[in-house]
């Protein structure tokens, strides 16, 4: 089965060069140029553990970079639709990509003999794929749907920084479509690549309403650790890291998506949480919870801020340390990354930044220029510095030790993640989370 793929970001990238890796005839396309050829060489464009190596394993086998959508119709049996899904300013997601690679698919499918599976992984609210996609791929192609072309609904519940285990590995396949044999068709396939994986099949708008039921769950557990933990931080002697632990252990509960800190951030929960509070206000459903989460995580943010004035006082020409800007370790996406917009308010406060992360610092001089300074070692992030906030818990930020803090002008260290509480430094500590 020849599979093509459009849209090389995350998902489609780590995708491509997974099948490719095993052998699957695989096409992949961008309508980044520059993107695209720096894919063809082995290079991807941005940071994922493991990805290099798998995608050069896969240009030595089965993936093949294109800049021509027209073969892909003619001649893929599968054409998976991986392109972004960005947010507007209401929340709403800008389907323009999705509605453009679906178009070009129609006008090619228009003047072909092939009857491909277009798969849609890209993220997008319940009905999108049965009430715009479709009526494009019926106008563009003057094909009939279920006879000369399947639409299936295929989300993606990959991590980054674990993006291709998560693709070699998914805990289920999703399948939304109708009963034919287009769905049969991409059943044998996906077990055929992951063997022991359950295939949920259900209709198009379900698949869709699973993957914001997914992640709205995912954020709604991190509201309610952090709510939890600023109510531990009033408590003398408390800590939200014992409560967590503890309850993670009712099987009913679990104890993953339980650790407190600065708000989640990222490229989906921050926006996938929106889009379902504007789906749902636009079906006249005042999402009661789903509004409470994403205020208790915007509040996060100066909760965090609060923290370092009690720790620092004024802010005012203050020396202030940020440690993480990538919104999770091993990724260099800064994209709704928490420190990112901690940086944006301290700097209003007018005190000088100097920041330090493994591997988002030249993301982040695009946002920042010359504001900010950009430290290339942890010692020199911490000389002179009146503050240390640590946001991101890479791992070389538990090392932290008393060389370093001898560095420092003041000891203050702001942790948003406790990845320090069980150190004896000599410091004045806030975690948050910790009465
Ligand atoms: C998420 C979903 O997990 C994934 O299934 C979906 O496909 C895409 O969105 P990702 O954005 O890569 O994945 O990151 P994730 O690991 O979920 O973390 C998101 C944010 O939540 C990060 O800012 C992280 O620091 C924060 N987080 C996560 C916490 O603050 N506490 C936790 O316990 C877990």
Same mark, same amino acid.
């Given at each position: 089965? %020849?599979?093509?793929?459009?849209? *090389?970001?995350?998902?489609?990238?780590?995708?491509?060069?997974?099948?490719?890796?095993?052998?699957?005839?695989?096409? /992949?396309?961008?309508?980044? &140029?520059?993107?695209?050829?720096?894919?063809?060489?082995?290079?991807?464009?941005?940071?994922?553990?493991?990805?290099?190596?798998?995608?050069?394993?896969?240009?030595? #086998?089965?993936?093949? +970079?294109?800049?021509?959508?027209?073969?892909?119709? #003619?001649?893929?049996?599968?054409?998976?639709?991986?392109?972004?899904?960005?947010?507007?300013?209401?929340?709403?997601?800008?389907?323009?990509?999705?509605?453009?690679?679906?178009?070009?698919?129609?006008?090619?499918? %228009?003047?072909? %003999?092939?009857?491909?599976?277009?798969?849609?992984?890209?993220?997008?609210?319940?009905?999108?794929?049965?009430?715009?996609?479709?009526?494009?791929?019926?106008?563009?192609?003057?094909? %009939?749907?279920?006879?000369?072309?399947?639409?299936?609904?295929?989300?993606?519940?990959?991590?980054?920084? =674990?993006?291709?285990?998560?693709?070699?590995? $998914?805990?289920?396949?999703?399948?939304?479509?109708?009963?034919?044999?287009?769905?049969?068709?991409?059943?044998?396939?996906?077990?055929?690549?992951?063997?022991?994986?359950?295939?949920?099949?259900?209709?198009?708008?379900?698949?869709?309403?699973?993957?914001?039921?997914?992640?709205?769950?995912?954020?709604?557990?991190?509201?309610?650790?952090?709510?939890?933990?600023?109510?531990?931080?009033?408590? $003398?002697?408390?800590?939200?890291?014992?409560?967590?632990?503890?309850? /993670?252990?009712? $099987?009913?509960?679990?104890?993953?998506?339980?650790?407190?800190?600065? /708000?989640?951030?990222?490229?989906?929960?921050?926006?996938?949480?929106?889009?379902?509070?504007?789906?749902?206000?636009?079906?006249?459903?005042?999402?009661?919870?789903?509004?409470?989460?994403?205020?208790?995580?915007?509040?996060?943010? &100066?909760?965090?801020?609060?923290?370092? #004035?009690?720790?620092?006082?004024?802010? &005012?020409?203050?020396?202030?340390?940020?440690?993480?800007?990538?919104?999770?370790?091993?990724?260099?996406?800064?994209?709704?990354?928490?420190?990112?917009?901690?940086?944006?308010? *301290?700097?209003?406060? @007018?005190? #000088?930044?100097?920041?330090?992360?493994?591997?988002?610092?030249?993301?982040?001089?695009? +946002?920042?220029?010359?504001?900010?300074?950009?430290?290339?070692?942890?010692?020199?992030?911490?000389?002179?510095?009146?503050?240390?906030?640590?946001?991101?818990?890479?791992?070389?930020?538990?090392?932290?030790?008393?060389?370093?803090?001898?560095? =420092?002008?003041?000891?203050? +260290?702001?942790?948003?993640?406790?990845?320090?509480?069980?150190? &004896?430094?000599?410091?004045?500590?806030?975690?948050? @989370?910790?009465?």
């Amino acid at each position: 089965m %020849k599979v093509g793929i459009i849209g *090389l970001g995350f998902v489609g990238l780590s995708f491509a060069s997974v099948l490719g890796s095993k052998n699957y005839s695989t096409l /992949g396309f961008d309508s980044d &140029k520059k993107k695209s050829s720096q894919i063809k060489n082995g290079k991807p464009p941005f940071y994922e553990p493991y990805l290099e190596e798998t995608l050069n394993q896969a240009l030595r #086998k089965g993936l093949e +970079i294109t800049d021509n959508i027209a073969t892909m119709v #003619k001649s893929c049996q599968l054409i998976f639709v991986t392109v972004g899904t960005p947010q507007g300013n209401d929340g709403s997601i800008d389907l323009s990509m999705v509605k453009s690679a679906v178009e070009e698919i129609g006008k090619h499918l %228009k003047y072909s %003999k092939n009857k491909p599976i277009i798969v849609i992984k890209s993220t997008v609210v319940p009905g999108t794929a049965l009430d715009v996609l479709l009526p494009i791929l019926v106008s563009k192609s003057r094909k %009939k749907p279920g006879k000369d072309f399947g639409l299936i609904t295929n989300p993606e519940f990959l991590r980054e920084s =674990m993006a291709i285990s998560d693709t070699v590995n $998914p805990h289920a396949i999703v399948l939304g479509g109708t009963k034919d044999r287009f769905m049969n068709a991409i059943k044998k396939f996906y077990e055929n690549l992951h063997k022991n994986t359950p295939i949920i099949a259900t209709n198009n708008q379900t698949a869709e309403m699973i993957k914001y039921t997914n992640n709205s769950f995912l954020a709604t557990k991190i509201s309610f650790i952090n709510q939890i933990s600023n109510i531990c931080q009033l408590i $003398p002697g408390a800590n939200v890291e014992d409560v967590a632990r503890t309850i /993670g252990l009712d $099987p009913r509960i679990g104890h993953l998506f339980l650790n407190a800190g600065p /708000g989640y951030g990222g490229s989906c929960l921050p926006k996938d949480v929106a889009a379902i509070i504007n789906f749902s206000n636009s079906l006249g459903i005042n999402p009661l919870l789903l509004n409470a989460v994403k205020q208790v995580n915007d509040y996060q943010l &100066k909760h965090v801020i609060l923290t370092i #004035k009690r720790a620092a006082g004024t802010l &005012k020409k203050k020396r202030i340390t940020v440690l993480g800007l990538a919104f999770k370790p091993d990724t260099d996406d800064i994209r709704d990354s928490v420190s990112i917009k901690l940086i944006q308010s *301290l700097l209003k406060q @007018g005190a #000088k930044i100097i920041v330090h992360d493994p591997k988002a610092i030249e993301n982040t001089k695009n +946002i920042f220029k010359e504001k900010i300074s950009y430290a290339e070692s942890l010692d020199d992030a911490l000389r002179k510095s009146q503050c240390c906030v640590i946001i991101t818990p890479w791992k070389e930020y538990s090392k932290i030790n008393e060389r370093h803090l001898q560095l =420092m002008e003041k000891r203050i +260290i702001v942790d948003t993640r406790r990845i320090l509480n069980n150190s &004896k430094l000599k410091m004045n500590y806030y975690p948050i @989370g910790i009465g």
